[in-house]
């Protein structure tokens, strides 16, 4: 079983920055791409960015140059630093993982999420 665990999260101003951490561990074999998502309340889970296990990036086009998404293979974590947030970027942001389990077969695994909430 691959669990993953997101941090960083909270209440911040608007024009601040906060940086998101997403640990995966657990039956891990390989880790293929890896990405961060958020979901508001009654809304679909929305695709923000993601990293390939050579440091390939790809963005949504409404957080590109604004979020920047960056991997530690070592560590088997993604980041994700959100600048300049705005109140409508307040939602729960959860981190992805695949790959495949050191015991065999693929994984797609999902964080718990973690509230980020942007308000002064």
């Known amino acids: 079983q691959v669990e993953i665990v997101e941090s960083g999260g909270g209440l911040v101003q608007p024009g601040k920055t906060l940086v998101l951490s997403c640990a995966a561990a657990?039956?891990?074999?390989?880790?293929?791409?890896m990405g961060w998502y958020r979901q508001d309340p009654g809304n679909e889970r929305d695709f923000l960015a993601s990293i390939d296990s050579d440091g390939r990036a790809n963005y949504q086009p409404l957080v590109k140059g604004r979020f920047t998404i960056a991997r530690d293979n070592a560590k088997n974590m993604v980041f994700l630093q959100m600048n300049n947030l705005k109140p409508s970027d307040t939602a729960r942001y959860h981190c992805?993982?695949?790959?495949?389990?050191?015991?065999?077969?693929?994984?797609?695994?999902w964080g718990p999420g973690i509230q980020v909430t942007v308000s002064s």
């Open positions: 992805r993982a695949d790959g495949r389990q050191q015991t065999g077969g693929s994984f797609i695994a």
């Open positions: 657990g039956n891990i074999g390989r880790l293929d791409d």
